[in-house]
């Protein structure tokens, strides 16, 4: 079992530290490859190919988090995508040896679905039971969500420890940025829960600025 273990690899789209508008303090952020709920209006439509991005070793992935935690001296983990509980297995196996490779340094750890609590919870019972925060749920986007941690108001969010709950309420309450741009390697990033006509006016501020912007991930 420990030996098939070892060898789980990760379909990823892409990885990025620091970030701060995706739970409280600093963190880097997993969006994992592969979505079959196909939410109309979602903003990652780049994610959905199950066959895109970079299938990595767990153990790789795992050992770059730890570098980028302690270098940046980041707070937490926030994984979303694409779907985490589509890849349950690897993404537990990651939690729990990131953790044990950090020893006493806490890691927080958000997880964003987009199966409901119920349904994830049947899925992905050992990834779920690992997170602090999850945030559950399609996006409907005809249901605008409120605060930094849902975008749409039909998901739930659940925690798994009462200072958890503290630490997020605090951070959703705060007066902070929802949306972060970030250049990485050639391209341009904005991470972070739109809201309705978030992405359209910054393309069209963009564009009176003389930016055109190409391939975009909130279109397939
Ligand atoms: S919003 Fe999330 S769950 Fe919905 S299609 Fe996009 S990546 Fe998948």
New binding site residues.
């Given amino acids: 079992m420990a030996h098939r273990e070892a060898g789980l690899t990760l379909r990823l789209a892409r990885i990025l530290a620091p970030v701060t508008v995706l739970g409280p303090g600093r963190r880097v952020a997993v969006w994992v490859q592969g979505?079959?709920?196909?939410?109309p209006?979602?903003?990652?439509?780049d994610?959905?190919d199950p066959a895109g991005g970079e299938a990595v070793p767990v153990d790789e992935v795992c050992k770059l988090l730890a570098d980028q935690i302690g270098e940046l001296s980041l707070d937490g983990l926030t994984i979303?995508?694409?779907?985490p509980t589509s890849q349950p297995e690897a993404l537990a196996e990651l939690v729990t040896s990131l953790r044990a490779r950090l020893g006493p340094r806490p890691l927080d750890v958000l997880l964003?679905?987009?199966?409901t609590h119920p349904a994830a919870t049947r899925v992905a019972p050992a990834l779920l039971a690992l997170a602090d925060c999850v945030v559950a749920g399609?996006?409907r986007r005809e249901l605008p969500g409120e605060g930094r941690l849902v975008?749409s108001g039909n998901q739930t969010v659940s925690y798994g420890s009462a200072a958890a709950r503290r630490r997020y309420e605090d951070w959703n309450a705060a007066d902070g940025a929802r949306l972060q741009v970030t250049a990485e390697q050639g391209d341009l990033l904005l991470v972070g829960l739109p809201e309705p006509g978030d992405l359209s006016e910054f393309e069209s501020r963009l564009r009176e600025r003389g930016v055109g912007l190409g391939e975009v991930s909130w279109r397939a």
């Fill in positions: 979505c079959a709920i196909a939410c209006g979602c903003a990652s439509v994610t959905w979303t995508g694409g779907e964003f679905t987009g199966r399609p996006y975008a």
